[in-house]
């Protein structure tokens, strides 16, 4: 269950299920029974008010006014249209609620203990804005709790986006999978807590619409993680080359301890000849070799898997560097420098791409290497894998990674603390290291991005950069363990 549906699946959801021979008064009412369940495990009765919008969320609303009631509530229900405006599941929830129908205002607000959000949701069209976007920011700043139903009314389920303005949100219920919006920023925010309810769509519905987009979780690469044979021995297990900085070592020195803490079987740092004893004294297991053998050693197809760019310094030499390199068609990973460095000359690096190649760009890498891609995170992770031909991952709280296929996942674990210098250029070598291993690139950009967020979350505060590759071992260990043996 790592499925992420876009909001149009989840109407297709909808279809598919009722088609079947639900009907959509059911799901309705499953929906709003699903949110009635997780209010009453968290609050007691008192009084509440549902605000509702024109739609099927708002008809979700009235459900839930009325079995809120019947637990004991004391609730309001403020209306965004005429009652008699209402058609279809709306209108026939409306006719089963015997309470008032008010006026949406701020004065709903008073004496309120809970507010339930159902103004929008899927049908979110426009932005929010006049006297509703008031109502909106009355209910953020009036302090009660809110439970919004799908998404927080403002939030686009698709992209995360804010249009106009947002409610926020204590906690989110949303139905059958969660949606993009729950996990981009700031609708990840905006959310609070997020939790996902069963409304009686069945799994085979969901792998019926074959969706591509997923939760980053074990479940979606494990399968494809090369674990050491009992018969192997370290030519197995890849031979990686890290391309280091002459001067900036500390990057290379990061790339290259996390490699090998995710397994490569072997590695050497390729640098200038002058800082090749700095990578040498830090440790012992490593190998190095001049940046002028650089060419000699991908001729030798043992050398396997190459990263190049942390620290490696930004400018022309840098591309007339990489542009002969990626013709070995090695497996590669390209951050920091090397993605800078095309700023001019974009095309020319996704043209010399043919290998199996990951880019790892921040936000602000990424707009300089594809300045024209506009839009939300995910469409721009997409549409950059598409037009490079490589995996392309967006660092960022809310990590996307994208493959030229169309398959994407987004990081779901929250790690603030990777926000630190050098943080990126381990998240570079812990892929390069499973890529030299074997893992197909998408898997090990997932992975690597997995492994990154889990030992920033596990790590927590005073986190640096050198601990992440040291708290490896931990997290490998736990994904072998679960295996079943
Ligand atoms: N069978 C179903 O379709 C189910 C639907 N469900 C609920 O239905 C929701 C989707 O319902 P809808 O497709 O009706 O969409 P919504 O209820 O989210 O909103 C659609 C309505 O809002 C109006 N609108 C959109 N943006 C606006 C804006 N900025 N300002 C003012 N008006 C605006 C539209 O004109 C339309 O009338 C889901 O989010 C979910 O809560 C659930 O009950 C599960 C079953
Ligand atoms: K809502």
Redesign the pocket.
């Known amino acids: 269950m790592f499925e992420i549906l876009t909001t149009e699946q989840m109407?297709e959801a909808?279809r598919k299920t009722?088609e079947a021979g639900t009907t959509?008064d059911a799901?309705?009412e499953n929906?709003g029974a699903a949110v009635v369940a997780e209010i009453v495990s968290r609050w007691t009765p008192s009084s509440v008010t549902v605000l509702c919008?024109?739609?099927?969320?708002?008809?979700?609303g009235f459900v839930i006014a009325r079995l809120l009631r019947h637990a004991g509530w004391s609730v309001r229900l403020g209306l965004l249209c005429d009652a008699d405006k209402l058609t279809g599941d709306a209108a026939l929830n409306a006719g089963r609620w015997d309470g008032a129908v008010e006026r949406l205002s701020p004065a709903l607000l008073v004496g309120a203990d809970l507010i339930v959000d159902c103004l929008?949701?899927?049908?979110?069209?426009?932005?929010?804005e006049g006297e509703?976007a008031e109502l909106v920011c009355a209910v953020n700043a009036c302090g009660v709790p809110v439970i919004a139903?799908?998404v927080p009314s403002g939030v686009d389920g698709n992209s995360g986006e804010v249009?106009?303005v947002s409610i926020k949100a204590d906690v989110t219920v949303t139905?059958c999978r969660p949606k993009p919006g729950h996990h981009l920023l700031p609708g990840r925010i905006l959310c609070g807590q997020v939790v996902v309810r069963d409304?009686g769509i069945t799994n085979q519905t969901i792998r019926d619409i074959r969706p591509s987009l997923m939760r980053n979780e074990p479940g979606i690469w494990l399968a494809g993680i090369h674990w050491p044979s009992v018969d192997g021995h370290k030519y197995h297990r890849g031979h990686l080359l890290v391309v280091g900085g002459a001067s900036m070592t500390g990057a290379g020195r990061l790339v290259a301890r996390a490699a090998r803490r995710a397994g490569a079987g072997l590695l050497t740092v390729v640098a200038d000849p002058s800082a090749l004893p700095v990578y040498a004294v830090d440790s012992p297991g490593i190998m190095t070799a001049p940046i002028a053998s650089l060419d000699d050693l991908l001729k030798d197809c043992r050398h396997n898997a190459l990263v190049i760019g942390p620290g490696f310094g930004v400018g022309d030499e840098t591309c007339s560097r990489i542009i002969p390199l990626l013709h070995y068609c090695r497996c590669t990973v390209l951050d920091a420098d090397a993605l800078t460095s095309f700023a001019e000359q974009p095309s020319t690096l996704f043209f010399a791409i043919q290998g199996p190649t990951v880019l790892t760009p921040h936000e602000g890498e990424f707009a300089r290497l594809f300045p024209d891609i506009e839009g939300d995170k995910l469409s721009r992770a997409r549409a950059a894998a598409k037009r490079s031909g490589a995996t392309v991952l967006i660092k960022g709280g809310d990590t996307v990674i994208a493959a030229p296929d169309g398959r994407a996942a987004i990081n779901a674990i929250e790690a603030p603390w990777l926000a630190t210098a050098g943080s990126g250029d381990v998240l570079a070598g812990i892929i390069g290291g499973l890529m030299a291993q074997g893992m197909e690139m998408f898997d090990a950009a997932c992975m690597g991005v997995w492994l990154h967020a889990r030992a920033g979350a596990d790590l927590g505060p005073g986190l640096i950069a050198e601990d992440i590759p040291e708290h490896l071992p931990v997290l490998l260990g736990e994904l072998w363990h679960a295996l079943p043996k």
Do not use: Q
């Open positions: 109407y909808d009722i959509g799901l309705m929906a919008g024109p739609g099927n969320n708002g008809s979700d929008f949701g899927a049908g979110l069209a426009r932005s929010i509703l139903v799908d249009r106009g139905f409304i």
